[in-house]
């Protein structure tokens, strides 16, 4: 009977210690002095825990993006964090998921990025905006995206009338596209109303913007 009381007080003393699993800092307090906090007697949501710990050296931002810049984001890739609450501090990290198929609803995809918290100023839950660093062009022929019919031709202003031209685009935005071939630098391109035209219909330029 000794031994049993032993063994009794023992495990009593095993479960009264809390161990934290790893290192953190208490984020939230969910007992006060004299809860009952033994599961077996109820009192006490093992969900919930006695104590919310938290270890945010390090942060998960997870981004939606839509399919025309999902291709320009890749594992490894350096991103920066800007959040409301620090408008001159900029956060450095990189691209640590990208999923690769998008949400069902949402038609978008799932991208994460981890950045380093040392000094444990970002929180958790909060929001912000995240700028990747893609590829760039040097001396790159851009025009805007609405330009562009079907991806593939513009039309260019040729004295009065329009010339269809087939083009090759490379790097673009959700405004601008860099056109790769088939444009040449001081050519006219039409941005407005160049659907149904055809070409060599004639045309009237109200506005010419550079």
Do not use: C, W
């Not at 001159?88 to 198929?101: D, H, K, M």
């Not at 330029?205 to 550079?210: D, F, G, N, P, S």
Request: proline share 4%; no cysteine.
């Amino acid at each position: 009977q000794a031994k049993a009381t032993l063994n009794l007080a023992n495990h009593q003393l095993d479960v009264s210690l809390m161990k934290a699993p790893f290192s953190g800092i208490v984020a939230a307090k969910n007992a006060e002095v004299g809860d009952v906090i033994n599961p077996l007697m109820g009192g006490f949501s093992p969900s919930s825990g006695v104590l919310t710990l938290m270890d945010f050296s390090s942060v998960k931002i997870d981004i939606d993006v839509s399919h025309q810049d999902i291709v320009r984001i890749k594992k490894g890739q350096v991103a920066s964090l800007k959040v409301l609450a620090f408008p001159n501090e900029v956060f450095q990290g990189r691209v640590s998921l990208v999923n690769l198929t998008a949400d069902p609803l949402s038609r978008k995809f799932k991208v994460e990025v981890k950045i380093n918290n040392p000094d444990l100023i970002l929180r958790p839950n909060t929001f912000g905006e995240v700028t990747f660093e893609v590829d760039t062009q040097a001396d790159a022929l851009v025009i805007p995206q609405k330009a562009i019919l079907e991806q593939k031709y513009i039309f260019l202003v040729k004295n009065d009338t329009v010339e269809k031209r087939d083009v090759v685009i490379g790097l673009q935005n959700a405004d601008m596209v860099e056109v790769i071939s088939g444009l040449e630098e001081g050519d006219m391109v039409v941005v407005e109303g160049n659907f149904g035209l055809e070409n060599g219909t004639r045309i009237e330029v109200k506005e010419v913007i550079k």
